[in-house]
């Protein structure tokens, strides 16, 4: 195989034995690059692990690997676990970091870990575990991180060189291998020229129609529709549902492959499935969140056939899923970032934008903005295609189980592990004194809450060390009993309960007298936390349970079929099949607290068993697919 520049670059200082960054743009190919970490330790008889931000990256990973190293490639998601011992083995950054702190002794045989999307570092809810992998990363492992351009790419290997005092080679590459070319609808024109935006006058608003009818003559699909709402995502899929872009073979052949596909993973009977087929039949679909996984599945499988010409989707489809098209339309440059909506930031932009320009294909691709003066002004739009990409910031916010791990490995001694942080790293004197005190005034909480007592953990805080992020909440509902006494409804309740996170005026549905029993013990022992952290100083506070999800667990633990337990909420489908698997990897982190008693752990066992079937058995679909 020809490498290009950048990849042979990175492949040479692998060969040497070095570590390595890469910031490439989306698309380059940095893949080939894990790709020949993989090869070189399965000929070798090495061990390799390769961390993706998000469960849906990870399983496509597993699927395309397994298809070119076979039996040699295992996955560990959580919910997930095929092939644990493999010697590639795919996983999570949440899972590697438990790893390191739990049972650090299983990772000896893994000489290499790939992190990819290494920008995720500085995702606010997330960054976190990818900044503890690198703290705690142990000294026999090398590194590969993939990330998307980021200008600050050398500040982190010098940072990751300086903690594990061994060099970390930086390789970046600028130039795409499919140069992009940007349009704007303004005023329902298409133009190519930013400047011209400010001389159209007039008060035409922007068409579907109208930039659809200019692809279809430019000869521009596939195309990736990108949109920062489910509801719109669909609502503007079924503005083209009068529009047929497929002739009768293709028809014929998408018909075909859509059905075996809703046959294969057990869509036939699905509501969603059979309302998406009238628009599929015509070459167009969406992707979301809210859609069931399997579904999801079928829509990419669909996309990489090249048979959908136009899929609207929102962003998750251009983190690390390898799914190129001619083109990229953006709906807005505008989207929600956590608590307010802003203009994008100029690498997500690029995330997304990369996805235009198939390599071997095309000779360049293609980005749309479609550009409404009342959301964005001129200098907005300028400084978002032409801006330099932000820096990557840290976002440590130590949880309270890492830091049991750490207190009973290392003692007090724990406060000497934040300078080799990436915030310590980046930060003035007054932000790390505030982060340290912030470790600081957790330290103290969890001593004076009794999860450490002298200078060893008790049983509660054996117990919080398992539950990542949910530490608090299920400790104190542990020591007070609680839990030994819920059977498996209760247990199935309250783990999507603690999980569970309701969208802006959701409706909280009629529960059963079981359930707000459930509810009023969380609330009494959640009201302590908070004041307890107010006290302390401790931001964010801990997440609060939400119980919107009760009756729809109630009902499917009763072994209710999937559809019927729709009419109990109204979260999206795919929303609570997610929940309903984060639930499962809560309990099995119950599971794994060996202070829980035998009784606990028969029920726990049971009630994952009930929850995790059907269209909720994360395995069954990678192994089905």
Not at 155 to 169: G, M, S, T, Y
Not at 207 to 231: A, T, W
Not at 320 to 341: A, T
Not at 449 to 466: H, V
Request: a positive charge.
């Amino acid at each position: 195989m020809k490498y290009d520049r950048f990849q042979q670059e990175a492949i040479d200082h692998i060969n040497q034995g070095c570590s390595v960054i890469v910031s490439a743009p989306t698309g380059a190919g940095k893949t080939a690059i894990a790709e020949h970490v993989i090869t070189s330790c399965i000929n070798s008889n090495l061990g390799v692990i390769y961390t993706a931000p998000i469960k849906a990256l990870s399983n496509q990973k597993f699927r395309d690997f397994q298809g070119q190293y076979g039996d040699h490639v295992g996955i560990l998601t959580g919910d997930v676990s095929l092939n644990p011992d493999a010697p590639v083995l795919i996983m999570t950054t949440e899972i590697f970091r438990n790893k390191i702190l739990d049972s650090p002794g299983s990772l000896e045989k893994y000489t290499w870990i790939i992190f990819d999307e290494v920008h995720y570092i500085d995702n606010p809810e997330r960054g976190t575990v990818w900044e503890e992998s690198f703290i705690f990363l142990p000294q026999h492992m090398k590194v590969l991180c993939l990330s998307a351009t980021i200008p600050n790419i050398s500040q982190l290997a010098e940072w990751i060189a300086r903690i594990h005092n061994k060099p970390v080679k930086v390789v970046i590459e600028d130039k795409r291998p499919v140069p992009l070319h940007f349009y704007f609808q303004f005023q329902n024109e298409v133009i190519d020229n930013m400047n011209a935006l400010k001389r159209l006058a007039g008060g035409r608003p922007n068409k579907l129609m109208g930039i659809i009818s200019y692809l279809r003559q430019q000869e521009g699909f596939p195309c990736i529709y990108f949109v920062f709402g489910r509801k719109r995502a669909e609502e503007l899929a079924s503005e083209l549902y009068g529009t047929d872009f497929l002739n009768s073979r293709e028809r014929a052949q998408i018909t075909a492959l859509y059905e075996s596909l809703c046959e294969r993973f057990d869509l036939k009977n699905e509501q969603s499935a059979a309302e998406l087929s009238a628009l599929v039949k015509r070459g167009v679909a969406y992707h979301h969140a809210g859609m069931l996984p399997t579904l999801k599945e079928v829509i990419e499988r669909l996309f990489t056939s090249r048979l959908l010409k136009v899929i609207f989707t929102t962003e998750t489809f251009a983190l690390g899923i390898n799914m190129p098209s001619r083109s990229v339309i953006f709906d807005d440059l505008r989207k929600f970032y956590g608590r307010y909506v802003r203009t994008l930031k100029t690498r997500d932009f690029y995330q997304m934008a990369g996805r235009a320009g198939r390599r071997g294909m095309d000779k360049e691709g293609f980005v749309y903005c479609r550009i409404n003066p009342f959301r964005i002004n001129f200098d907005e739009v300028r400084r978002v295609i032409y801006g330099q990409p932000e820096e990557v910031r840290s976002q440590l916010n130590t949880s309270y189980a890492t830091l049991l791990n750490l207190y009973e490995k290392h003692k007090d001694a724990l406060f000497e592990i934040y300078p080799l942080s990436l915030h310590y790293f980046q930060s003035k004197k007054q932000e790390q004194r505030e982060a340290l005190r912030l470790l600081e005034a957790k330290l103290n909480l969890l001593k004076s809450l009794g999860y450490i007592q002298g200078d060893t953990l008790t049983q509660k805080g054996q117990f919080a060390k398992s539950v990542y992020g949910y530490e608090l909440i299920l400790a104190e509902l542990y020591e007070e009993k609680i839990l030994e006494q819920l059977d498996e409804f209760g247990l199935g309740i309250l783990a999507s309960a603690v999980v569970f996170e309701p969208r802006k005026n959701q409706h909280m549905p009629t529960r059963s007298k079981a359930s707000q029993r459930i509810e009023r013990a969380c609330q009494e022992v959640y009201a302590r936390i908070k004041q307890v952290e107010l006290k302390y100083r401790i931001y964010p506070s801990s997440k609060q349970p939400y119980f919107h999800l009760s009756t729809c667990m109630e009902a499917w633990l009763r072994g209710t079929a999937f559809e019927k337990i729709l009419r109990f909420t109204d979260t999206d489908e795919g929303e609570i099949v997610r929940y309903f698997r984060m639930s499962v990897q809560i309990l099995r982190e119950i599971l794994d607290a060996q202070v829980a008693s035998q009784v606990l752990r028969e029920r726990v066992k049971e009630t994952t068993r009930v929850i995790n079937r059907g269209i909720v058995d994360a395995e069954k679909q990678l192994r089905e697919g």
